[in-house]
């Protein structure tokens, strides 16, 4: 079980490298959610907890690793920003255009909206795990709802 759990998340980690190698930010949007979410669900079953908790353990980890938006934002406001995008960002030249489409766009705000919203999810996450009486178990749920 714990060899599959771990091949599935290597798997899932050459996916998303294969992804970010398209250059197409829409189709990366939830890699960062995807990868943190299955990486806690890993964890949950690795420790030989229920498939209940295991999916709680994902939610949390999707709503956590899924506010990567601030340039999409922008994008949808201002289309031409996306040619800057699929150039890259080695240009500096590049880094400032896009930095001064980003301060005119509503995406730094949407963004925090999103991540509000994500947080309350995540934190909601922790709050369903079953009830544990073990310090160390609440002291870390103090953690991830702090994270």
Same mark, same amino acid.
Request: proline share 3%.
């Given at each position: 079980m714990q060899?599959?759990?771990l091949?599935?998340?290597?798997?899932?980690?050459?996916?998303?490298?294969?992804?970010?190698?398209?250059?197409?930010?829409?189709?990366?949007? =939830?890699?960062?959610? /995807?990868?943190?979410?299955?990486?806690? $669900?890993?964890? +949950? %079953?690795l420790?030989?907890?229920?498939a209940?908790?295991?999916?709680?353990?994902?939610?949390?980890?999707?709503n956590?690793?899924?506010?990567t938006?601030?340039?999409l934002f922008?994008?949808?406001?201002?289309?031409?920003?996306?040619?800057?995008v699929?150039?890259?960002?080695?240009?500096?030249?590049n880094?400032?255009?896009?930095?001064? =489409?980003l301060?005119? /766009?509503?995406?730094i705000?949407?963004? $925090?909206?999103? +991540? %509000?919203m994500?947080?309350n999810?995540?934190?909601?996450?922790?709050?369903?795990?079953?009830?544990?009486?073990?310090?160390?178990v609440?002291?870390?749920?103090?953690?991830?709802?702090?994270?």
């Amino acid at each position: 079980m714990q060899l599959a759990v771990l091949a599935g998340d290597f798997l899932l980690s050459r996916a998303c490298v294969a992804l970010a190698s398209l250059q197409n930010t829409e189709k990366t949007y =939830y890699k960062t959610a /995807s990868l943190i979410s299955n990486s806690c $669900k890993a964890i +949950a %079953i690795l420790a030989g907890q229920t498939a209940e908790v295991a999916m709680l353990a994902f939610d949390y980890g999707k709503n956590l690793g899924i506010v990567t938006a601030p340039i999409l934002f922008a994008m949808e406001e201002f289309p031409q920003l996306r040619a800057i995008v699929d150039k890259g960002f080695d240009n500096p030249d590049n880094v400032d255009i896009a930095l001064e =489409y980003l301060g005119k /766009s509503r995406g730094i705000q949407r963004t $925090k909206d999103l +991540a %509000i919203m994500h947080a309350n999810l995540a934190a909601a996450a922790i709050d369903s795990l079953p009830d544990s009486d073990d310090e160390e178990v609440k002291k870390s749920r103090r953690a991830l709802k702090l994270l």
